[in-house]
């Protein structure tokens, strides 16, 4: 299987005119299961006519009530279904046509009851294209629940921002169940800023009976074998697939991307767990002779804690779920309060495939970050995010000597040699600057260019930026640069354009800051020459805006190319492979790529030197970091 993502496959899905679909076709959605919620609303299940089903592979009782226009808890309760998690492959079901009374918004099964359980409502705006089918899939819900939320609203007659009632997400996902929290919060969408659905913020109390599940669940987990790990983990994997398309939709109306950028995540994502799933490992001999045999062997840490950020939500949640369990951890993640919905559906999903304990999802506010890196009961925490952030991290877990890994900014240099084709390294190099709207740590956030080719090079990558890379709503076709994902965010970067003026830098692509419009909309924008010790410089914009620096001497270069505190990833461009393997090497970076820039792969470590990071993440030394070393010495002949 090829794992690696090289630029071929970067620039197919990117964006670029070429590779975009024009419409987006809904498929499955994704299972709700258990609920628990004491203190919510309950109203009667009324089954209507019944049919035979037979269980496929990748079934749920959610996606069997919406094939057949059912309910989860009709379904449930019909057959008996002390768990409506477990069902079986070829199992016959008994389906009722009809779902709960009307009254009813989220019809969740709910053990040893013949009751729904409702959750709180919110609200959604609908765009060009909705349809009540593709909002429930949105959200994960009963079609028919959505339209019992919406009494009176006739489905045929959406009309572009109407607002319609939405149930809100049952809860955090503790144990196998949802578990309802006292509050609620939402995020916004960054194309319109209107308010998404309302998510759990976790109480310190939710956080310590998460711990406390995966303590229980982890004296078991850990016993498993790898071919045990493995098929489950290649469970989820199908799971995952049968509702990509849902998830992908997901990612672009949450973190903005584009839908084909969506689309990439999503393979990636399912390439980096289906490697994963066969990574193990092993334990080494380290001496052997007749007397002894020394091995270095490789237990699991215990309970992870995950810290999961907003411009990769899925990839990077099942980035540090997928090392976790096949190592014999348990883990809890936490969502990015910007981008929760994306991962507490990777929870939902793992419900019905993962024993109770395992795999936990918890959305928060701020504070759900500190109480993990300070929990007692955590073992080791995985995190990525800013460098201000990580700090803190490894602050709070050196209190309790808590193992970390910490994959944190860039601000990545790319060296351009005279003798290269620029026709053939400007897509790449654009593309590479202003994926994601800049919201990549190992973007090529500095591009020097050799003085001889410099202002053939900048004139180039202009033209080509304003020909090819388009800004606009991620469902809109063409789109390369969606808007930048959050407010806070957004103000960073416009602050980083309000620069240009106020220092009287030399503009080679002015961009926009989009301020007469709705939505965090940021146009490229490419600085000419500005000075070394400049703000677009020294510092990652995550934004797209990228400045364009001379160079002549290869020492120098190397040696700009190395003055920052940060080291994620850097890339050297020329014909010459020797001369640029060998700059190559003089960089600081835990990556480093010849005439590419931004290559990954799961079975490669990647990480950071310098202030991007500590440890590594990924490839069996990746998966190392979340195992304990041990020595075990065996004397053969003591008893002899």
């Given amino acids: 299987m090829q794992t690696s993502f090289i630029f071929s496959t970067l620039l197919a899905v990117a964006g670029l005119a070429s590779a975009l679909p024009q419409a987006y076709t809904p498929t499955t959605t994704t299972p709700t299961t258990t609920a628990s919620a004491s203190s919510a609303a309950t109203v009667t299940c009324s089954p209507g006519p019944v049919v035979d089903y037979t269980v496929v592979s990748g079934d749920t009782l959610t996606i069997i009530s919406q094939k057949l226009s059912s309910g989860i808890c009709d379904i449930a309760k019909l057959n008996n279904l002390a768990n409506p998690n477990v069902i079986q492959l070829g199992e016959v079901l008994k389906v009722p046509s009809y779902i709960c009374n009307p009254d009813n918004t989220s019809c969740l099964a709910k053990e040893g009851s013949d009751t729904c359980v409702e959750g709180g409502p919110s609200t959604y705006t609908i765009k060009s294209g909705d349809t009540f089918f593709i909002v429930a899939q949105s959200f994960g819900l009963d079609v028919n629940a959505l339209l019992a939320a919406n009494e009176g609203v006739d489905p045929l007659l959406l009309q572009v921002d109407q607002v319609i009632n939405v149930p809100r997400y049952p809860g955090n996902i503790i144990n196998n169940d949802f578990v309802p929290t006292p509050t609620t919060r939402h995020s916004i969408d960054p194309a319109t800023e209107k308010p998404l659905y309302e998510v759990p913020v976790a109480t310190k109390e939710q956080l310590d009976i998460a711990v406390k599940h995966a303590r229980a669940a982890f004296k078991s987990w850990s016993k498993t074998t790898h071919e045990e790990r493995s098929k489950l983990v290649l469970k989820y994997v199908e799971v995952i697939e049968a509702n990509r398309e849902s998830l992908e939709k997901l990612l672009t109306m949450e973190q903005g991307k584009p839908l084909t950028l969506a689309n990439l995540e999503m393979s990636m994502s399912l390439t980096w767990l289906r490697t994963f799933a066969k990574m193990q490992i092993k334990d080494e001999i380290l001496e052997e002779d007749d007397e002894k045999v ?145 919201q990549i740590c190992m973007l090529a956030k500095r591009i020097y260019i050799h003085e001889k080719i410099y202002d053939e090079f900048r004139d180039a990558m202009v033209e080509f930026t304003k020909k090819n890379i388009k800004t606009g709503g991620g469902f809109e076709p063409d789109v390369v640069v969606g808007p930048v994902q959050n407010s806070m965010q957004y103000e960073i970067v416009k602050d980083m354009y309000a620069q240009i003026e106020k220092s009287g830098w030399k503009v080679a692509l002015e961009g926009s800051t989009g301020e007469t419009s709705k939505g965090y909309f940021i146009e490229p924008a490419i600085i000419d020459n500005p000075p070394e010790d400049s703000r677009i410089v020294q510092e990652e914009p995550f934004g797209p805006i990228v400045p364009l620096l001379k160079w002549s001497s290869e020492d120098d270069v190397l040696d700009r190319a190395n003055a920052l505190e940060t080291g994620l990833g850097a890339s050297v461009w020329s014909k010459d492979l020797k001369r640029a393997e060998r700059m190559g090497r003089c960089l600081s970076a835990g990556s480093v790529w010849i005439n590419s820039h931004f290559d990954v792969a799961p079975n490669v470590p990647f990480g950071g030197h310098k202030a991007s990071g500590i440890g590594m993440e990924w490839g069996l030394e990746g998966m190392k970091h979340f195992t304990n070393s041990r020595s075990l010495w065996v004397w053969k002949k003591v008893f002899e």
């Fill in 294 to 438: 020394i091995y270095s062997t490789f237990p699991p840490i215990g309970v992870c804690g995950a810290i999961v950020p907003w411009n990769w939500p899925i990839l990077l949640g099942v980035g540090k779920i997928g090392p976790a369990v096949m190592t014999g951890n348990t883990i809890i993640v936490k969502t990015s309060p910007y981008t929760p919905y994306c991962d507490m559906k990777l929870g939902e999903l793992a419900m019905s495939i993962f024993p109770p304990g395992v795999i936990q999802v918890l959305s928060g506010d701020d504070d759900l970050g500190p109480w993990m890196t300070t929990h007692p009961g955590i073992d080791m925490i995985s995190f990525t995010g800013s460098i201000p952030t990580g700090k803190r991290v490894a602050e709070n877990c050196a209190k309790s000597l808590k193992r970390y890994v910490l994959e944190l900014g860039g601000n990545d240099a790319a060296i351009v040699c005279e003798d290269v084709d620029i026709s053939k390294c400007i897509p790449k190099i654009a593309t590479m600057a202003f994926l994601n709207s800049g």
